[in-house]
């Protein structure tokens, strides 16, 4: 079944090292994985080039097959579970959880509005102020990491992931100059940029401003209410991930002029339970994550490594 959602993961992306990121396994595992699928099925699904992975006739006809297959196996699995029993887990626990700014308003968010996690104290982080939490046995951190920003961090902590989103900019689409070469750019020498961390932002995704220099850059706090009044009048961008962004459009009422745009250099951020690699992630670690990803399983909006 992996090896079905591996292979699911490839009609989002254009080649095998994004498919591989958004999974969360090496790209030499998602190649073998690739390559065992190809062989149990007795043909070839994908061609690799220079220019990227492209699906063969036969690979696109086994896509609808494979989501078909996934989709029901999802529902499968939905109906064999105890559901009482996993929304116990979230409910009953009583700890400390801390969410990171982007994680609180996504998958605290929707943990919440679910009536969960009610006798759980609640913290909400900067990501900048991880390495205060990320040590402490008692209490759970739910945080975003980018592998391409952070490529050592699977060596210094361990990471159960829950959830996966591409980097990209949500602007309202009036501000996107037409015909313009790179309108993200054009968009943000105009426009403050909403963040989740100003404390972290600019040192985390340095990577992406290249084109403009930091101090260019105007920053500004975002929070939902932020969201809903400013993006719909066009008063900023924010720097975002496609899982987060899609749990925004409610509330904005799935507003159709504003866009997500996608970083045109592949960058993803993954959502997890951290843990400092000094701890061992426990049962109770593996429950809650189990436990949050059966229960939303149904929700098409979720790419689940």
Sequence with gaps: MDHLRYFASLDDVR???EAAKLANISQQGYSRAMAA????????????????????????????????????????MLELHDISTLANILSDYSGRIVFTNACMVSIGARLLDRGYLGNAEIIEIGLSDLGYFDSDPDCIVIADISPDI?????????????????????????????????????????????IFDCD????????????LKPESIRLKSANNNVLERSLSKGELALLCDSFSWRCFTDEIHRNAHIRFIPIKKIMHSVF??????????????????SAYKTLLLSEDDINFP
């Design 37 to 76: 699928l190809e062989s149990e099925v007795g043909c070839k699904l994908v061609n690799r080039g220079r220019n990227g992975s492209h699906l063969t006739d036969k690979g696109k006809a086994f896509m609808r097959h494979a989501k078909l297959i996934l989709a029901e196996y999802d529902a499968a």
């Design 200 to 211: 972290a932002s600019v040192e985390i995704y340095d990577e992406l401003f290249k084109e």
């Design 272 to 289: 997890g339970l951290v843990r400092s690699g000094e701890l061992e992630i426990t049962q109770s670690d593996i429950e809650f994550v």
């Design 150 to 194: 952070y490529p050592d961090f699977d060596s210094t902590h361990s990471f159960l992931p829950i959830a996966s989103g591409r980097i990209g900019i949500v602007v309202h689409g009036r501000l996107l100059p037409e015909g313009a070469e790179n309108p993200i750019w054009e968009s943000l020498k105009t426009l403050p940029l909403g």
């Design 15 to 17: 080649s095998f090292s």
